[in-house]
């Protein structure tokens, strides 16, 4: 049997920290927002009973250090499976962009192997086995407009985000994202950003009101560092954007408009500044309608 699965990524219309756990974990409110960027994921029965990983970037580890290994590793051995899979990824979210890329591959590699041997679990029993091997999978399984609480894996479902399009810009900058929930640990957090009046905007249908509001706490860490995202960020918004903001830890900002032209012109010029050398122009999307 074979089949290939669209891995999204997404972006955080608002990110807040509200405390720390025993074992390290950060506990998190956040709006989750899938956007039509995404990896390919092809599964194809192995008779050998190994699992076999290639991905189409020799930068990429396909060894059981990466998620999907683990994935498949934690269902064969819960369910007793004594197929084999050979997965192939084709991957085009960027990597360590704050974009949940390596979650949302191993969100596809639950699904799909779910699947491909018969396991029967449900997407909320496959997020409870996804909770030991990262806190962003559970949302990458169900996927859309989501609150997320707790560690991430809290997840309440919440109208579509308002029709928009989406300037997504990752300069070329690696970001530690244990650096930043360090540097974010030093000090109290002055400003907390509005959940519930961005989820009460969306539900609305106020694009505009969202944007207002869009904060994320640890780009107030990320940008003091890297001053790429603020300059991505300018150059968005002198270019049309609504608002433009940094995602998960960063350092990729994306900026959102309501004019098309626009979108066009604010990509050209991010492109012509050399800032980003990963650059999309996409939409927000729900993979479930």
């Given at each position: 049997?074979?089949?290939?699965?669209?891995?999204?990524g997404?972006?955080?219309?608002?990110?807040?920290?509200?405390?720390?756990?025993?074992?390290?974990?950060h506990?998190v409110?956040?709006?989750?927002?899938?956007?039509?960027?995404?990896?390919?994921?092809?599964?194809?029965?192995?008779?050998?009973?190994?699992?076999?990983?290639?991905?189409?970037?020799?930068?990429?580890?396909?060894?059981?250090?990466?998620?999907?290994?683990?994935?498949?590793?934690?269902?064969?051995?819960?369910?007793?499976?004594?197929?084999?899979?050979?997965?192939?990824?084709?991957?085009?979210?960027?990597?360590?962009?704050?974009?949940?890329?390596?979650?949302?591959?191993?969100?596809?590699?639950?699904l799909?192997?779910?699947?491909?041997?018969?396991?029967?679990?449900?997407?909320e029993?496959?997020?409870k086995?996804?909770?030991?091997?990262?806190?962003?999978?559970?949302?990458?399984i169900?996927?859309?407009?989501?609150?997320?609480e707790?560690?991430?894996?809290?997840?309440?479902?919440?109208?579509?985000?308002?029709?928009?399009?989406?300037?997504?810009?990752?300069?070329?900058?690696?970001?530690?994202?244990?650096?930043?929930?360090?540097?974010?640990?030093?000090?109290?957090?002055?400003?907390?950003?509005?959940?519930?009046?961005?989820?009460s905007a969306?539900?609305?249908?106020?694009?505009?009101g969202?944007?207002?509001?869009?904060?994320?706490?640890?780009e107030?860490?990320?940008?003091?560092?890297?001053?790429?995202?603020?300059?991505?960020?300018?150059?968005?918004?002198?270019?049309g954007?609504?608002?433009?903001?940094?995602?998960?830890?960063?350092?990729t900002?994306?900026?959102?408009?309501?004019?098309?032209?626009?979108?066009?012109?604010?990509?050209?010029?991010?492109?012509?500044?050399?800032?980003?050398?990963?650059?999309?122009?996409?939409?927000?999307?729900?993979?479930?309608?």
């Amino acid at each position: 049997m074979k089949q290939s699965r669209k891995a999204y990524g997404k972006i955080n219309l608002g990110l807040d920290v509200t405390g720390k756990r025993a074992d390290g974990y950060h506990i998190v409110r956040m709006i989750m927002q899938n956007v039509d960027i995404y990896d390919t994921l092809t599964f194809e029965d192995n008779e050998t009973g190994e699992i076999v990983l290639t991905a189409s970037s020799e930068s990429i580890p396909t060894d059981d250090s990466n998620l999907i290994c683990k994935v498949a590793k934690q269902l064969k051995e819960k369910f007793n499976v004594d197929k084999g899979i050979k997965i192939h990824l084709e991957k085009r979210i960027p990597v360590a962009a704050g974009m949940a890329g390596g979650s949302t591959d191993g969100a596809a590699a639950y699904l799909a192997l779910n699947d491909i041997w018969g396991l029967g679990q449900s997407k909320e029993e496959l997020c409870k086995l996804a909770v030991s091997l990262g806190a962003d999978i559970s949302y990458c399984i169900m996927g859309g407009t989501m609150v997320a609480e707790g560690i991430g894996e809290e997840l309440t479902a919440i109208a579509d985000m308002p029709e928009c399009l989406i300037v997504v810009a990752k300069p070329a900058i690696g970001v530690s994202t244990g650096w930043v929930y360090t540097e974010l640990d030093s000090k109290p957090i002055e400003k907390h950003p509005d959940i519930d009046g961005i989820r009460s905007a969306i539900e609305n249908g106020d694009l505009k009101g969202m944007c207002a509001l869009i904060d994320n706490v640890l780009e107030h860490v990320t940008a003091s560092k890297y001053e790429e995202i603020g300059k991505i960020e300018k150059l968005l918004e002198d270019n049309g954007a609504i608002r433009a903001f940094m995602t998960g830890s960063g350092p990729t900002v994306f900026g959102i408009f309501d004019d098309e032209n626009k979108a066009r012109e604010a990509y050209k010029a991010v492109e012509e500044s050399g800032l980003a050398p990963e650059l999309f122009l996409t939409k927000p999307i729900n993979p479930n309608r």
